[in-house]
């Protein structure tokens, strides 16, 4: 392939893509589609099923919506085929192979995400895809992680909101014993199961964190401190959940722990879970002029 300008015209300075380029896109890109489309199919079932996950509805409008703004520049960009695409679409069709020989649903998702990319440095170029960037690598985070990953991180998880949640009943004079994630209290016992260890509150949060560092903030290190910030803002914000649990339940029996009443309780830690990302925030844009020059010369 050789990387040719699109012909310019004295317009508007760029004629756009020609009739030729445009079938050959929405012919790689229906292509595309219809291969991966058992994959795509099964993973919205995936969201459906797996409340983990079901922020994956929001994240492709996301993505477009995030596109968007974009749309004027792009029609300005002169269109200029890379070959750079190649390693992403190599790299695809590699991960593509190994989750179908080893039956990975996770890494035959990136393989979409991974293709999508290279198709769009290989048919628009590097220019294009600078711009399209962030909404293309956004996709990433619709893809759910492998149950065996799950399974590794969730249990450490479940250990830490209930050691927390022992010591926070502790200082409340309230007796309590721990047995790993089994919370023993006098008349009932509460068990931090794996849906309790708040990795459904860490991916809903750091989704929420890289929506709000992207609308609200325009300095890069304030963006990557805010989504960073949200894993540990929802893994302490969880152990706050099941204290507050244990506590009702102590107060008012086991119906507390269960129902509505939980439902309402996730509801409310999750806001309180933003309500911190928003006073960090703000308290970043209020010491970030400051340490701004510190941070320079630390850098240089």
């Not at 695409?85 to 035959?108: A, K």
Request: proline fraction near 6%; glycine fraction near 6%.
């Amino acid at each position: 392939m050789s990387e040719t300008v699109t012909p310019m015209n004295s317009t508007n300075g760029y004629s756009g893509p020609t009739n030729a380029q445009l079938l050959v896109t929405c012919g790689v890109f229906a292509l595309a589609f219809v291969l991966y489309y058992p994959i795509l199919h099964h993973m919205v079932l995936h969201w459906k099923v797996d409340d983990d996950y079901s922020h994956g509805f929001l994240v492709v409008p996301l993505a477009l919506y995030f596109a968007w703004p974009a749309i004027p520049a792009l029609k300005r960009t002169p269109i200029v085929p890379s070959w750079w695409g190649i390693p992403p679409l190599i790299l695809g069709s590699i991960t593509l192979m190994i989750g179908r020989l080893g039956s990975e649903l996770m890494n035959m998702r990136v393989s979409f995400v991974l293709t999508l990319i290279g198709f769009v440095i290989l048919l628009f170029g590097k220019e294009i895809f600078r711009k399209l960037a962030f909404p293309l690598c956004f996709l990433f985070l619709m893809i759910p992680l492998p149950a065996s990953l799950l399974n590794i991180v969730a249990f450490p998880l479940q250990l830490f909101a209930a050691e927390i949640a022992v010591k926070a009943l502790h200082y409340l004079n309230i007796p309590v014993l721990l047995e790993g994630n089994i919370i023993h209290l006098p008349e009932t016992t509460l068990f931090v199961a794996e849906a309790c260890s708040g990795l459904r509150s860490v991916m809903s949060l750091i989704t929420l964190g890289i929506i709000f560092a992207m609308f609200f903030r325009k300095n890069f290190a304030e963006r990557i401190i805010i989504v960073a910030s949200t894993i540990p803002i929802a893994v302490l914000v969880n152990a706050f959940r099941v204290a507050l649990t244990a506590v009702l339940t102590y107060r008012f029996g086991e119906a507390a722990a269960g129902g509505v009443v939980h439902e309402f309780q996730g509801l409310i830690t999750f806001s309180l879970a933003f309500a911190l990302l928003l006073l960090e925030a703000r308290f970043l844009g209020f010491i970030w002029p400051r340490i701004r020059p510190t941070v320079r010369g630390f850098l240089q």
